[in-house]
């Protein structure tokens, strides 16, 4: 079984390793329900707690999914979805942060997961258009009312967290963080560590990059997020393979596998940090699993953090309109 830790001063605590549902209806190929819920089953099975959707993902299709997975098992898991965001035929159409909004969004996903609260309701993207204090009010008004448990803040930069936490508190930030994307560390991590709140890195495996098992951009079919991810393309790709040999290396010297390494150097970056790997294959989740019980000496950090530098690692994480998102 997974052990747990803290997210805030709060009292919201989770399994060390979370599950990023989004894969399971987006993004990344085919979509197998029957496989996905086995999955979802696997992981309340083996200790996993927390389980990350959000409205976007479909969108709406895998807070829907959750909700049937977990319906008869909704006390054994810490749910987390977000908002911020109008959606018209399907689609993205713009970030929403306004105070009826959010009532309406959290509405909605209540009604597709199937359940009377939200553990862990984050802001998607920060809206510049909305003061985050009213974002932060907006949330805690839905907590004092039970439809919320506690708040979160998606890739939200630190003018915002110190500003949403002063209005309310914050338990836990997400955001990408992993050994090719070290953004956080200069001053985010630092931030959060002062306040006292939580990171629940996505993408920890660097959208598989890290697991070594990648194949160019263009091998990936139109409909996968890869295909369109720069550090996947050309010469981007060549450099990053290289950078990520030590990894295969380090997991060669543990008998593990080089996803595991991968997640162990997140797990040992501080007890505050909850990863939320993504899957919807049990085998793989099985093996994130297991990544807690890798344990990493100093000088196996110290050449994982040397060799994945940000330095060495090319190409920036998103596009150009997806990076504009990002509140930095």
Not at 160 to 172: D, G, L, M, Q
Request: with cysteine; glycine share 10%; net charge negative.
């Amino acid at each position: 079984m997974l052990p747990l830790r803290k997210l805030g001063s709060q009292g919201l605590e989770v399994s060390a390793i979370g599950l990023g549902c989004m894969g399971m209806s987006t993004s990344y190929g085919h979509a197998d329900e029957a496989e996905s819920i086995a999955t979802l089953h696997h992981a309340l099975d083996h200790g996993v707690t927390l389980f990350d959707t959000a409205a976007i993902y479909g969108p709406y299709a895998n807070e829907e999914l959750l909700g049937r997975a977990l319906k008869d098992r909704r006390e054994k898991a810490i749910v987390a979805t977000k908002f911020g965001y109008d959606i018209v035929d399907g689609r993205f159409a713009g970030l929403n942060g306004k105070p009826d909004n959010i009532r309406m969004a959290v509405e909605g996903s209540l009604r597709r997961l199937q359940t009377d609260h939200i553990d862990l309701f984050y802001q998607h993207r920060i809206d510049p258009n909305v003061p985050i204090e009213e974002v932060a009010g907006a949330v805690g008004d839905l907590v004092r009312e039970g439809k919320v448990r506690f708040l979160g803040l998606s890739e939200a930069g630190v003018a915002n967290i110190r500003r949403a936490h002063k209005t309310f508190p914050v338990s836990a930030v997400q955001s990408e963080y992993s050994l090719w994307e070290r953004s956080l560390e200069s001053e985010i991590i630092p931030a959060l560590r002062e306040l006292d709140i939580g990171l629940v890195p996505y993408s920890p495996l660097g959208r598989g990059f890290l697991t070594g098992a990648v194949k160019r951009a263009e091998d990936y079919p139109a409909t996968d997020f890869r295909h369109g991810d720069p550090r996947f393309q050309g010469e981007n790709f060549d450099a990053n393979v290289r950078a990520a040999q030590v990894i295969q290396d380090i997991a060669a010297e543990h008998g593990a596998k080089a996803g595991q390494v991968a997640i162990a150097w997140l797990l040992h970056k501080g007890e505050d940090i909850v990863p939320i790997p993504g899957t919807k294959r049990r085998s793989y989740l099985q093996d994130n699993i297991d990544a807690a019980r890798l344990r990493l000496d100093p000088g196996e950090v110290a050449r994982l953090d040397e060799a994945l530098d940000p330095s060495r690692v090319s190409g920036p994480r998103y596009t150009e309109a997806n990076m504009a998102l990002i509140d930095r």
